[in-house]
């Protein structure tokens, strides 16, 4: 079963589906999938897709203004990693407040900047969190953003949108320390990176798993940023192993 739900933040709101069972029986580990930047919810259905298949409660959204095609309020122009923030620990509150999700069992996932945000809430809000699962996630954009606009490399990030990212946008990414940030978590962190990633240079995941208390990295040799549908299958099959083993 899909079911639309909203939640709201300083008055605009933030649009989520719910990947759930048909017949609700007890509570369930849960799932919460952040899309890249430029992207929108849709790319995540696909996770959603096959971990309702395991039996695990996921929930797509969109981040404000994080994307073309977005159904949530925002403009792109004003989205910055601090908004895109507040926004996960909006809908991650809300998850919280639905009686089937298993609350000792949310994890966070994300693809790309989507990972990264996942990564940056990931040590305050560790009391309310398992684990984090992240894909291809994006540690390269501070050092992107170092590169803007002169001498910027041809996958920079900051050539996704160009139109609407600029001083806004590089302001907050300046003010988070990212390695130092994402390091205050203690919990598990599962990523999973193509080695022919060329939008997420291999080697930024690997220092960010070394800054990592309790990181296990999984290299894909010949994936690139996203990943292949078998590639999926690998991802969600790990996803609801570690998941498993958490619940015995």
């Known amino acids: 079963m899909i079911k639309e739900a909203t939640c709201y933040i300083n008055d605009e709101s933030i649009y989520m589906k719910i990947y759930q ?5 007890g509570k369930y580990p849960t799932v919460i999938l952040s899309h890249g930047l430029s992207l929108n919810h849709t790319f995540m ?27 949530s309020d925002g403009n792109i122009s004003d989205m910055t990693l601090n908004s ?6 909006q809908v991650l509150d809300f998850v919280r407040t639905l009686d089937y999700v298993d609350k000792d069992n949310i994890y966070l996932a994300g693809h790309s900047q989507g990972g990264l945000i996942s990564s940056l809430i990931a040590p305050t809000r560790s ?13 390269v954009i501070p050092f992107d953003v170092k590169e803007y ?23 907050s990414v300046n003010n988070i320390d990212v390695y130092n940030t994402i390091s205050r978590y203690d919990g598990d962190v ?17 220092k960010a798993s070394d800054v ?14 996203r990943f292949t549908d078998e590639t ?17």
């Open 21 to 25: 069972p048909d017949k609700i029986e």
């Open 84 to 89: 895109e923030m507040d926004d996960l620990n």
């Open 190 to 206: 599962y990523i999973f990176q193509g080695k022919k990633d060329t939008r997420v240079p291999v080697r930024y995941v690997i």
């Open 212 to 225: 990592l208390s309790n990181s296990h990295l999984i290299l894909f040799d010949e994936e690139e940023h």
């Open 127 to 139: 009391n309310d969190i398992r684990g984090l699962f992240l894909f291809a996630p994006a540690y």
């Open 45 to 71: 259905i696909p996770y959603a897709e096959k971990l309702l298949k395991k039996n695990i409660v996921s929930v797509v959204f969109d981040f404000r203004g994080g994307g073309y095609d977005s159904k």
């Open 232 to 248: 999926k299958d690998v991802v969600v099959d790990k996803i609801s192993e570690v998941i498993a083993d958490n619940r015995l």
């Open 149 to 171: 606009p002169d001498n910027m490399r041809e996958k920079n990030v900051m050539r996704l949108m160009p139109e609407y990212l600029g001083t806004t946008y590089v302001e």
